[in-house]
């Protein structure tokens, strides 16, 4: 092996390693929101929440209903905000299976499975699909879609 071809070789792996972190560090960023609305809900705190999103996102959400339809609903961010910071008994539980991001440029893109526990119950459990934009305040939520069904979850 000649010298150019070893300094190109740890070239290349010198520039992959770079972009694997930077990437990384991306994912962190894009993640933030997330963990910071799910760490709200468990604490009760709507504040928290509601820095988690864009002052325009959206909440829906799909599933069959009894007369086997599907339907897709859409929730108002204002009421869910006021549902998580009216007191309550039992703590709201989402538990994350997995994060799979997906990034170009200044939207990404977070697929999750989940569990959703009342307490230590189980309610139900499905995936959310977030929709991520970087803004001037950091990464925000602008769209979250999920899904809900109540058999065959993952249990804690």
Known sequence: MNIKTILFTCALFIVAD?????????????????HQLFDGMRAGDSSMVHAAFHPTARLQTTFTNKEGNPVVHTADLEKFLVQIG?????VYDEQIWGY????????ATVW????FYLGETLL???????HVAKT???WKIIQITDTRKKEGCKEK
């Open 112 to 115: 999750t499975p989940y569990s």
């Open 18 to 34: 770079y972009t694997l972190s930077a990437q990384a560090d991306a994912e962190k960023e894009i993640l933030l929101p997330i």
């Open 124 to 130: 139900h459990c499905g995936v959310n699909a977030f």
């Open 100 to 107: 799979d991001v997906k990034l170009e440029d200044n939207l």
């Open 86 to 90: 009216t007191p309550h008994d039992q």
């Open 136 to 138: 001037e305040d950091g």
